[in-house]
């Protein structure tokens, strides 16, 4: 079995959203997907004073694709025009389809508003082919406690496993497109290897650490794209670790966003701002 290489390390850069420390590896100069994974923002990490304003992402459209947001530290509100409403904190994460069309909210809670506390947020947007783009809409949020948190053999390092299957156990999130999906914690010299991810894309963001894939140096805060040869993912910890892994199978189609829409064409997009305009993706309750 062969392990993949490195092909190309891209930074993720400073795009702040007001008071909320951001950095976004892709899309960016050199990267415009690693499909199907379209977008990356990574929010904190940082710590709020009491009294704070806390997430500015307010009711707001998607049709297409799916997010999924891994809430590190601090807790996450969500409401939607599906009727779904949840608070998930530190170690959670949530899955909303947005499909055919769904206006949500993601902001901090009250009790965050009042306390503050630490925040660090990653949310990433998974690319729907043309035949899943107008799905119905659906959310899952799920607590830390329903994550299963598999162990590594050498005791350095936790998998929690969010999508697919992985060493005999299943992740609790069904993806439409067969996505697996996890993050890592590794302790210095921790070592966890993935395998069958020959012609699957792989998904790779260094949180945080430092890390080696098949022996050459990672960067924390980088996007790690890899080449397209290989069996496995072998990755080694320099220095402790977390990390957010996922692989999938190619789309391979082409790729049209207008802000929060990504459908195929052109027409689609404009399609999508009408049926917007005209209240066909609900309303917020």
């Avoid at 199907?36 to 992402?57: A, D, E, I, S």
């Avoid at 660090?120 to 690319?127: A, C, G, M, P, S």
């Avoid at 969010?162 to 890592?184: C, D, K, N, Q």
């Avoid at 098949?214 to 890899?226: D, F, K, M, V, Y």
């Amino acid at each position: 079995m062969s392990s993949k290489t490195i092909r190309h390390q891209h930074p993720a850069y400073r795009d702040d959203i007001g008071d909320l420390v951001t950095r976004r590896p892709v899309p960016g100069p050199a990267v415009e997907q690693i499909d199907p994974f379209l977008f990356l923002n990574h929010h904190g990490p940082q710590t709020y004073g009491r009294n704070n304003r806390g997430l500015p992402f307010g009711p707001h459209p998607h049709r297409g694709f799916e997010t999924v947001t891994f809430i590190l530290e601090g807790s996450l509100a969500h409401r939607d025009s599906g009727g779904h409403e949840s608070v998930i904190h530190a170690g959670g994460v949530q899955w909303m389809t947005a499909g055919s069309g769904l206006v949500h909210a993601e902001v901090s809670p009250q009790s965050f508003l009042e306390s503050g506390g630490p925040l660090e947020i990653l949310q990433l947007w998974v690319n729907l082919p043309s035949r899943l783009k107008m799905t119905p809409p659906r959310y899952v949020g799920l607590q830390k406690e329903a994550i299963p948190a598999l162990p590594l053999d050498d005791g350095k390092g936790v998998v929690n496993l969010i999508a697919g299957e992985w060493h005999g156990s299943r992740g609790p999130f069904e993806s439409l497109t067969g996505v697996f999906m996890s993050t890592i914690a590794l302790a210095a010299g921790g070592q966890v290897s993935f395998d069958g991810v020959r012609d699957r894309n792989v998904f790779l963001y260094v949180v945080r650490g430092a890390i080696r894939i098949a022996g050459e140096a990672a960067r924390q805060h980088h996007l790690i794209e890899l080449n397209e040869d290989g069996d496995s993912v072998d990755i080694e910890a320099d220095s402790d670790a977390f990390l957010l892994f996922g692989h999938a199978q190619p789309i391979g189609e082409p790729v049209v966003a207008h802000g929060p829409f990504v459908m195929n064409t052109r027409e689609e997009i404009q399609q999508a701002v009408r049926d917007y305009t005209n209240g066909k993706f609900g309303a917020m309750g």
